[in-house]
């Protein structure tokens, strides 16, 4: 939970019509702030208010949100910031968005291709404010949120902001079969909602590998009731398949490197 920080004191006001202000209500911390702290991602300026994985209520709307928001209302904020008019945002592909990036020369010199403006991310994606906060302003309010029906609690719905759907990403581009034998190397947060994202698209058999015995057994649930799915070495896998060793896919995920084999 978060609620400490407004950024110099001062709350955040409406600087455009699509903008909102939200009272922050919960906020996570992610991988991907280490990122900054250790600048491998450049661009953090001084009173910059980091994170991307935060939720809260409205507190106020700009005109230009046009009743897509009331006060009151409880939205989970994504890490990207949707404008809703460009080609990538018409094809659903948010992430790319070309027109929310208010530094985007800067970002494309820097990545060849800017990413949508994100929240508490350098300046580089924006300089827009994050989550970490008290208090946020959430420009183009009117696309860049998610509505949280009453009946659901902040910790059921926090992690639609980020790491649920990295992990939900990663279980979809594997392309998992119902028969195919899936390992995730790494059971830290994305591992974990990858592995909670699979049951829903089904696979024979589901193992965390991970050198921490504690986030293996946190994946117990979810690596298709297999008691023997709680393994940490390779070779206790190969020897708990009952085959020939090797596996449908393998999926390893880092913060900024991902990929499928
Ligand atoms: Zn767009």
Same mark, same amino acid.
């Given at each position: ?6 950024? /110099? ?34 661009? $953090? &300026?001084?009173? +910059?208010? $980091?994170? %991307? ?33 460009? #080609?990538?945002?018409?094809? !659903? ?9 208010? /530094?985007?020369?800067?970002? #494309? ?24 906060? &008290? ?15 009453? /009946?659901?609690?902040? &910790? ?5 902001? #980020? ?7 990663? @279980? ?14 790494? @059971?830290?947060?994305? !591992?974990? $909602?990858? =592995?909670?994202? +699979?049951? +829903? ?18 994946? $117990? ?6 008691? &023997? !799915?709680?393994?940490?070495? =390779? ?6 398949? %009952? ?6 896919? =393998? ?5 900024? +490197?991902?990929?499928?084999?």
């Amino acid at each position: 939970m978060c609620g400490a920080r407004r950024l /110099n004191g001062v709350a955040p006001k409406i600087e455009d019509d699509r903008d909102a202000i939200i009272k922050v209500t919960a906020c996570a911390i992610s991988g991907s702030d280490l990122h900054l702290y250790d600048h491998f991602m450049p661009g $953090m &300026e001084k009173d +910059a208010v $980091m994170g %991307h994985e935060f939720m809260g209520e409205v507190v106020e709307t700009g005109k230009g949100v046009n009743g897509a928001l009331k006060k009151g209302e409880r939205i989970v904020v994504p890490f990207t910031i949707i404008r809703g008019q460009c #080609d990538q945002c018409k094809r !659903g592909f948010f992430s790319v968005c070309e027109r929310s990036n208010r /530094n985007k020369d800067m970002a #494309d010199k820097a990545f060849g291709h800017t990413t949508a403006g994100l929240f508490g991310y350098t300046h580089l994606t924006g300089g827009y404010q994050g989550g970490q906060a &008290e208090y946020v302003r959430v420009p183009f309010a009117d696309k860049t949120h998610i509505k949280v029906p009453e /009946n659901l609690s902040d &910790e059921q719905v926090l992690f639609l902001g #980020d790491i649920f759907p990295t992990g939900w990403q990663a @279980a979809v581009q594997a392309d998992i079969q119902p028969t195919d034998t899936v390992a995730i190397w790494g @059971a830290g947060p994305v !591992g974990q $909602m990858t =592995l909670r994202s +699979a049951p +829903a698209q089904t696979f024979a058999s589901g193992f965390a590998v991970d050198a921490a015995a504690v986030r293996t057994a946190l994946t $117990m649930p979810w690596s298709n009731a297999q008691s &023997e !799915g709680q393994v940490t070495k =390779l070779k206790s896998i190969k020897q708990l398949m %009952h085959g020939p060793p090797g596996f449908d896919l =393998l999926r390893r995920r880092v913060p900024s +490197a991902s990929w499928a084999t």
